[in-house]
Each structure stands twice: as C-alpha cells, then as structure tokens.
C-alpha cells in the first residue's frame, strides 16, 4: 500500500548505489538528481518535479541506484514498495503512461549520449569492436534488433 512521507530541504531521497525496494511520485514539492552527490565530481542531472515518478530502476531490476535524489525543498512524496506497485498502477494508468514515456525518453538520451561519446573518442575499429561487444551482450539478455543505431549497421546479416 502506498504512503506518504514527508521530507525536508537538502534530505536525501535515494543515495546512488544504494538498493531500493519502492519508487517514489512527486506529490509536492522539488527533488534534485546528482551524480556522485557531495563529491569534488559531483554533476547535477537535473529537478523533477511534481507528478514526476523516480526510482523505478532501481526497484524493478534490483540493481543500485545509478543517482541521488536530494529533496530541493519541503518534499512531499508517496512511496510505492516492490510489492504493491501493480496495484498502484492498475489504479493509477495515467501514472503507469507517464512511467513509460520517461522510460523511453531516457533510453532515448542514453542513446544520443552514447553515439556522442563514441564519436568523440573512438576511432572506427573502436567503434567496431564496441558494437560488437554491445550486440553480444544484448543477445544474451534477449535483445536482438538494436541495428538501429548507427553503430551495428555494420553489423547487418551477422545475426
């Protein structure tokens, strides 16, 4: 069952690397994401938002957490454990729509990111062999059509 909690200015929701068995909905209030939060290398990501919803990596593969979210202001949130969230959603579709559409624009980024950092600092063979490595890895969690990216066009046929 969901519940609410309530969360001063500058605490933290999520510490990056930790494992979290819930995700949070922005009820009021503004929350920071970092990467190595507190660190000389410290990176904002960006602010979420109200009705924004956050954590759900974390939650749905049971890996750490890749940021930390610091509470910007008086935060007021709703926690959703492991256990409930298909409830929560099932009652909550548009909340479930919205989870998705941040999915994807995320693996979107991720995309854009990855092909700007190849560009940048890899010659061709590197680019190669990186491919290769990511289409191996792929398959062997059960994806099979990535040539979308520039980087496996080479890779037509191989399959």
Do not use: W
């Amino acid at each position: 069952m969901p519940k609410m909690i309530k969360l001063s200015e500058n605490d933290i929701v999520i510490q990056e690397g930790s494992i979290t068995s819930c995700m949070y909905k922005i009820v009021s209030g503004k929350a920071i994401v970092f990467l190595n939060y507190g660190k000389d290398s410290e990176i904002c990501l960006g602010v979420l938002k109200e009705e924004a919803l956050f954590g759900e990596h974390a939650m749905l593969t049971g890996s750490p957490s890749p940021y930390t979210i610091v509470a910007y202001c008086e935060l007021v949130l709703l926690q959703i454990e492991a256990d409930g969230y298909e409830t929560f959603f099932q009652e909550n579709v548009y909340n479930a729509i919205d989870l998705m559409k941040n999915m994807s624009k995320t693996i979107a980024m991720l995309k854009t990111d990855l092909n700007l950092l190849m560009d940048e600092y890899m010659n061709e063979n590197q680019k190669k062999e990186a491919s290769n490595l990511m289409l191996k890895n792929a398959r062997k969690y059960g994806y099979t059509d990535l040539r979308s990216s520039p980087y496996f066009k080479d890779l037509k046929g191989r399959e």
